[in-house]
């Protein structure tokens, strides 16, 4: 019954696949944020210096004690109405050749959204950037001292200590938690059709209103969703596996 709406009968993607594309889409480019914010504030959070740990704490306390809802009204509101359209990127885009607006609808999606999936992508990006600060400061910390105390003694600076021996162990114990907290992005983007970005919950309210299927179309929705999470869960599950293997042998 539902099938239309997965895919068309011209083959091309209906409104459910459409919005688990746009989802894709919205938890890559948040997962990437995330990342770069959370490592960059996870290391400030182990730095000897003071005021880089009060940086990273004071951004991981804020992030982690605001409602996720709060923050993305709080981010729509000033970056989408206030900052976005004083960078013009949606006006150059529109205004762009066909293959660079191409490009930007793969990557990006819809060009007439793309100041509010900006925002949206930054919002849930910062918001799980928080939890992965943690997780990078946890990895750091969970390798022996010996080890920082062995690369002090063959002469390594602060910074090539941590890339070449320290980061490579704490990746091997980042894995799991990093897994977890890419999956809980794929959740939390959910949140983001509060202000009408088109990802797979929002799809999913909007078939609802229009044919009364309750039970049919959130079913279909959460087969989606799980598919998704679970595939992520199995790719980590076997990248941990082949690093440990890699790393034990």
């Known amino acids: 019954m539902l099938g239309q709406y997965l895919l068309r009968s011209d083959g091309r993607p209906g409104l ?3 919005g688990l594309f746009t989802t894709i889409r919205l938890t890559c480019w948040s997962a990437l944020i995330a990342i770069v914010l959370g490592t960059l504030a996870g290391l400030a959070r182990t730095s000897p210096s003071l005021y880089l740990r009060l940086v990273g704490g004071t951004y991981v306390e804020v992030c982690r004690n605001l409602p996720p809802l709060v923050l993305v009204f709080l981010c729509y509101f000033f970056l989408a109405d206030q900052i976005a359209p004083s960078l013009g990127l949606q006006d150059g885009l529109r205004a762009a050749p066909e293959a660079v607006k ?14 509010a999936f900006v925002t949206a992508a930054l919002t849930l990006g910062l918001y799980e950037g928080a939890y992965v600060a943690e997780i990078v400061r946890g990895g750091i910390k969970s390798v022996d001292a010996g080890q920082w105390e062995a690369g002090r003694a063959m002469g390594f600076p602060r ?29 939390d983007s959910s949140i983001v059709s509060v202000i009408s970005i088109q990802e797979l919950t929002f ?15 959130w079913t279909c929705v959460a087969v989606l969703y799980f598919v998704l999470t679970f595939s992520c869960s199995l790719g980590a599950g076997h990248l941990e596996h082949r690093l440990r293997r890699r790393y034990t042998t």
Do not use: C, H, W
């Open 16 to 18: 459910l696949l459409q």
């Open 102 to 115: 191409a490009i930007a609808g793969v990557l990006i999606g819809r060009l007439d959204q793309v100041d």
């Open 159 to 187: 910074p090539q200590l941590l890339i070449f021996i320290i980061m490579p162990q704490a990746v091997r114990n980042m894995i799991p938690p990093l897994a977890g907290q890419i999956i809980s992005t794929i959740k």
């Open 203 to 217: 799809q999913g309210m909007q078939l609802m209103a229009t044919t009364y299927l309750t039970m049919e179309v």
